[in-house]
């Protein structure tokens, strides 16, 4: 009975954490869209209902998404190491850190890719103006960019998976 509780207690802690994590990440990406994106207040477009500013923001918060969820199985497993070994121990406070930093490293690293990986779309297409269209409410060029989005992410996903698998 008491292994059920302190697995309850973790799984709790985790959930919190993980709550946090997300909000925080979703902020971080929508308040780092602000500045990617060349002059297209979002807010004012979607409560306008540019069905392509809404794209391109749910494409930056599924990305967040698939990269947070690795980065919250590696701080889950980083408590549960600290849980195992004591949350105060050397160990314990060198496997929170480590988790948390290598969560920090991924969600960094998802907000430069999809910067970069936008940047070189711009580039690819040398004949849109992309940001343009956006306000235009383009959906065809949303879509493009969501997908180039979405696809960093999942991308992005597999090295923090890797970067988890190392550090545990």
Known sequence: M???????????IQLVISIVLAVAALY??????GKITKGIDEEKEIARGN???????????????????SGVAGV???????????????EGIIAIVLSIVQLLLGIGLA?????????ILDKLT???????ELKKGNVAVALEMAGVIITTAIIIQSGVQGITAALF
């Open 126 to 132: 040398k004949g849109i103006e992309e940001f343009e």
């Open 28 to 33: 971080i990406g929508f308040s780092v869209l």
């Open 2 to 12: 008491v292994v059920s509780i302190e697995n309850a207690l973790i799984g709790i």
């Open 76 to 90: 889950s497993r980083g408590l549960s190491i600290a849980w195992n070994v004591g949350f105060l121990s050397p």
């Open 51 to 69: 069905t392509a500013v809404g794209i391109l923001v749910a494409s930056v918060f599924f990305a967040i998404a698939i990269v947070v969820q």
């Open 111 to 119: 907000i430069v890719a999809i910067y970069l990986a936008l940047n």
